[in-house]
């Protein structure tokens, strides 16, 4: 039987997505050399930019901007570690630290806007951070980028230069980051931004912080995206200007749509697969950015509420097959 939280939303979800996640990779690791496993592990990060792009869907705020976290996160490690010579491990978590912090500095700005005013203003941030990885060549390396970008050396036994260890590593922490959010999401924060969505003038009624509620999923979200921006740049070895490319996150936007807004798992899914399909697209193709357009269009026309709600259509089906004391048994 399903336990349930204060806020009504099931549990297991997040005890099924996690443990798919692990399993999964797992087998992978078990099967895939060593250049599928890079691929893969970059994969699982654009999977984890679209969870946290998702995070802020459930206050009903779609941004065009979260390049910029996953940007800012990603250059912070490389400077540190390629230009400053610190630690990769402190790099990382100092990268993930001055995403969230820019972040929370331009959050109460951000989220007085709504709808399409809110997209504006997070694309105009997210080319501000774009320019000025281009302007400043002396920190960022322009167009060139920061190449040698430094994993982490060992510890004992365990070689962190090995791909499959990196591999490992990442699995662990975007399954401890996608537990935390989820647990979150699923209490009382994920039920007030819900409420949000469906009506902020009702909240603000209640007396509830709309202000407050709404810096909390953007600083969230921001502080996921820029896991996954640090990962990535320590896996990949290399930093560039297409980090903070505003078409990655129209790219993270559109998997959240294709995944099921509001979902989490869907939307990881849907940015870990377009990520696979994008590499092996562009092994076939100069024009896989087409496969990618046509890959969204059908997706939209066939399954317009996204991925999960395929899942929910096969649960209310089984709903409607059981015996009414059965019912009863599930949902009490």
Not at 93 to 98: S, T
Not at 127 to 150: F, H, N, R, Y
Not at 299 to 310: E, Q, R, T
């Amino acid at each position: 039987m399903s336990k349930k939280n204060s806020s009504g939303i099931s549990s297991v979800p997040t005890f099924w997505f996690v443990s798919a996640l692990v399993i999964v990779s797992i087998v992978l690791l078990l099967v895939l050399d060593n250049y599928w496993i890079t691929v893969v592990s970059l994969a699982l990060a654009m999977g984890l930019f679209a969870f946290g792009v998702d995070v802020l869907q459930w206050c009903g705020l779609g941004s065009l901007g979260h390049a910029a976290w996953y940007g800012i996160a990603a250059y912070g490690t490389a400077i540190l570690t390629v230009k400053v010579g610190w630690n990769p491990w402190l790099a990382m978590i100092m990268g993930v630290g001055m995403s969230t912090a820019v972040a929370a500095a331009f959050a109460p700005f951000a989220i007085r806007m709504r709808g399409t005013s809110f997209l504006v203003i997070t694309l105009a941030f997210g080319q501000v951070i774009w320019g000025l990885a281009i302007k400043l060549e002396k920190v960022t390396g322009g167009s060139d980028g920061i190449p040698g970008v430094p994993r982490p050396g060992s510890i004992g036994p365990i070689n962190f230069t090995d791909p499959k260890v990196m591999f490992a590593f990442m699995v662990i922490v975007i399954a401890i980051v996608v537990t935390l959010a989820m647990r979150l999401l699923n209490g009382p924060l994920g039920a007030q931004l819900r409420a949000i969505r469906q009506s902020e003038l009702r909240v603000k009624s209640l007396g509830y912080n709309v202000q407050l509620l709404k810096f909390s999923a953007f600083v969230l979200s921001a502080f996921i995206v820029g896991v996954a921006g640090s990962l990535a740049a320590t896996l990949d070895k290399f930093v560039g200007v297409n980090y903070v490319v505003w078409t990655m996150s129209a790219e993270m936007l559109l998997a959240t749509m294709v995944g099921g807004a509001g979902t989490l798992w869907g939307p990881y899914a849907a940015g870990f697969v377009i990520a696979l399909i994008r590499v092996m697209a562009t092994d076939l193709t100069k024009r896989w950015m087409m496969i990618l357009g046509f890959m969204y269009i059908f997706a939209v026309l066939l399954i317009p509420d996204g991925i999960a709600s395929l899942l929910k259509k096969r649960r209310r089906a089984e709903v409607e097959e059981t015996p009414p004391e059965r019912v009863k048994e599930v949902n009490p």
